[in-house]
C-alpha cells in the first residue's frame, strides 16, 4: 500500500465511521427520549471500541512488515467488510433488544463495531508508511485525511443524507460503501487475476445483499424503540413516519404525535373533545386585554398554533420550529393544515432561542408548548438567561406562557423571573406587568371564537351551554388550594417550590438533576 491509497482509504473509513455513529446517536437519543447522557454512553462505547480495535490491529503490526506491499491489503479488505457488516447490524440490535432490555445492552454491538473500524486506521498506518526520516510525518497526514474523512460524515450524514432520506435507506447506502471500499482493496491486491476478480464479484453480491435486506431488517425500528415492550408484530404500525435531518417525528394510528421518541401532543383543536389539553391555549383568552402580535416556539401537531392564529383579535402570529418536519405533519391533516396558507401565519424553521437572539421584534404573548424539562438541550428554553433574552422581547403588558411538564425548577426560574403570573394546569404564565385570569374576557373571546368559520362552543345547544359554564368556573379554583390541573397564584408556587434551583445556562438542573432515566413504553 502506498501513501496516496492509505490517504484514500484514511479518510473514506472515518467518512464511514462517523456515518455510523451519527446514525447510532438517532436511534438512542429516539430510544432513550432525548435522554441528556445517552450520547455519553454512546461515546463511552465507541471509545472503548476503538481502544480494543487498535489493540487488535496490533497484532498485525509486525516489524518486519514492509510499506507498500500489496499482500497486506487482503488484511486490510477483510477488516474493512466485517467492521461494516458488524456495524450495519447495530442499529437492529438496538431495534431487536428493545422489547426486553430497552437500549443500553446493544451498545456492547457498538463496541464490537467501533473495535472493528477502530483497528482500520492503525492498519493503514502500518501497511501504508516506510520506516524512513518522512514517516513521522506521513503519519500526521494520515491521520488528518482520517480527520477530514471523519467530519465530513458527520456533516454529510447528519446534514445532507438524514434530511434526502430515511435512516434505513442511509444505513444501507454507509454500509454498501464500506463494501465498496473493501472491493477496491481487493482489486488492487496481490490476488490473482481470477482470484481478484472473483473476490471483487463476492463483494458486489455482499453489497447487493446489503441492499435487498436492509430494509426487512429494519423493518419498524421507530416502532420497536417506541413501544420496547408492548411492541406487537401485528398490531404496532405507525400511521406516519417522517425522518429530517432534526429528528424523527411519528404519528400513531390512534393520533399522537412523538417527536424524537417523546410524546408531543395530539392534532386536536376540538374543546368538545380536548383529549389534548386544548383548553390551555383557549385559556389564553382570559390572560391578555387584547393580544395582537404573538411568538410561538415550537410548531408540533400544529393544535396550539391553529387555536392561537384564530383567537379574536391575535393579527399575526410568528412560528419558529426547528423540525421542519412538523410542516409535512400539519399539511397532511385538515384540521390544522390552513396553518400553512393563513396570511396572519408566519413559520420559520430555526432554534426558537437563535431565532430571538437574532430579531429585535416584540409580541404581546410569546407561548411555548414545551416538552419534557429532562430532554437534552431543553435548558436553553428553560433556563434564567433564557428568561431575559424573552423579557426583551415582550411588549408592555405581555408575558411568557409555556409548559413547565411539572418541574418545580421550572416554574420557581420562571416566576423569579418575572415579577408577576401564576401556574396554569401545568404551565406557567409570567411577566412584568400584572396577570389576571379575567373570566368576563374569557366569555367574550370563547363566544366569538371562530376556527374554519365554526363556532369553538355552540351556546345554542345545552353540552355547549355546560362547556362554557365549566371553562369560565375553570378561572375560581385560583381561590381555591392548588390542585394540579387547577391555577395557582405566584406566591403559592414560590412557597412550594422554595427548596427548588434556579436554572442556569451552567448548571443545566433539568437535565442533569437525574442523569439517567428509563421508561416505560406509553
Known amino acids: ?53 487498535a489493540r487488535i490491529a496490533g497484532a498485525f503490526c509486525k516489524d518486519d512488515v514492509r510499506a507498500g506491499d500489496r499482500r497486506h491489503l487482503r488484511t486490510l479488505a477483510a ?3 466485517v467492521a461494516n457488516l458488524a456495524a450495519w447490524l447495530v442499529v437492529p440490535a438496538f431495534g431487536f433488544s428493545a422489547k426486553r432490555w430497552d437500549w443500553p445492552p446493544a451498545l456492547g454491538a457498538v463496541a464490537v463495531a467501533a473495535a472493528l473500524l477502530g483497528a482500520v486506521l492503525p492498519l493503514v498506518a502500518h501497511f501504508g508508511i516506510r520506516p ?30 438524514l434530511d434526502l432520506w430515511p435512516l434505513t435507506r442511509v ?30 464479484v463476492m463483494a458486489a453480491l455482499v453489497g447487493m445483499f446489503v441492499l435487498r435486506t436492509t430494509p426487512e431488517l429494519y423493518e419498524r425500528l421507530w416502532e420497536r424503540l417506541l413501544y420496547k415492550a408492548k411492541f406487537d408484530e401485528r398490531t404496532t404500525r405507525f400511521a406516519e413516519v417522517i425522518e429530517t435531518k432534526s429528528g424523527v417525528i411519528t404519528l400513531t394510528r390512534e393520533g399522537l404525535v412523538y417527536g424524537g421518541g417523546v410524546y408531543d401532543g395530539k392534532i386536536n383543536t376540538s374543546l368538545h373533545y380536548d383529549n389534548n389539553g386544548i383548553q390551555r391555549a383557549y385559556n389564553l383568552g382570559a390572560l391578555h386585554p387584547a393580544p395582537k402580535r404573538v411568538l410561538m416556539v415550537g410548531l408540533s401537531s400544529g393544535s396550539w398554533a391553529k387555536v392561537v392564529a384564530s383567537m379574536p383579535g391575535v393579527e399575526k402570529l410568528t412560528v419558529v420550529e426547528i423540525n421542519g418536519g412538523y410542516l409535512t405533519l400539519v399539511g397532511r391533516h385538515p384540521e390544522v393544515a390552513s396553518l400553512l396558507t393563513d396570511p396572519k401565519v408566519e413559520i420559520a424553521i430555526d432554534d426558537g432561542r437563535r431565532w430571538m437572539l437574532r430579531h429585535s421584534d416584540r409580541f404581546d404573548m410569546i407561548v411555548m408548548n414545551t416538552t419534557f424539562h429532562w430532554r437534552a438541550h431543553s435548558t436553553s428554553l428553560l433556563s434564567m438567561d433564557f428568561m431575559q433574552i424573552v423579557r426583551a422581547h415582550l411588549l408592555p403588558g405581555g408575558f411568557l406562557f409555556f409548559n413547565a411538564t411539572g418541574s418545580d425548577d421550572v416554574q420557581k426560574t420562571a416566576l423569579t423571573a418575572f415579577p408577576h403570573g401564576m401556574r396554569v394546569h401545568n404551565c406557567i404564565v409570567a411577566g412584568d406587568s400584572p396577570i389576571a385570569f379575567d373570566k368576563e374576557r374569557l366569555r367574550r373571546v370563547l363566544e366569538a ?17 355546560a362547556l362554557m359554564t365549566e371553562m369560565l368556573d375553570y378561572g375560581d379554583t385560583l381561590s381555591r388550594p392548588p390542585e394540579e390541573e387547577g391555577l395557582e397564584a405566584r406566591e403559592s408556587v414560590l412557597r412550594r417550590t422554595q427548596t427548588a434551583s434556579i436554572i442556569t445556562d451552567d448548571n443545566m438542573v433539568p437535565e442533569w438533576k437525574e442523569v439517567f432515566r428509563f421508561h416505560d413504553a406509553f
Open 171 to 200: 444505513a444501507g447506502y454507509v454500509t454498501v460503501l464500506g463494501v465498496l471500499l473493501a472491493a477496491v482493496l481487493l482489486a488492487l491486491s496481490d490476488l490473482g487475476r481470477v482470484t481478484r476478480a472473483v473476490a471483487v
Open 79 to 81: 477488516f474493512v467488510l
Open 132 to 161: 524512513d526520516d518522512w514517516a513521522g510525518a506521513n503519519v500526521s497526514y494520515v491521520y488528518l485525511a482520517n480527520i477530514v474523512g471523519a467530519a465530513s460524515g458527520s456533516l454529510v450524514t447528519g446534514f445532507v443524507f
Open 1 to 53: 500500500m502506498g501513501l496516496a491509497l492509505a490517504l484514500v482509504v484514511a479518510a473514506a473509513s472515518g467518512f464511514i465511521a462517523l456515518s455510523y455513529e451519527i446514525l447510532w446517536y438517532r436511534v438512542i437519543s429516539f430510544a432513550s427520549w432525548g435522554l441528556p447522557g445517552a450520547f455519553g454512553l454512546l461515546l463511552a462505547a465507541y471509545l472503548l471500541g476503538l481502544a480494543f480495535g
Open 449 to 465: 371564537f371562530r376556527l374554519d368559520g365554526e363556532p369553538v362552543i355552540d351556546l345554542s345547544s345545552g353540552a355547549g351551554q
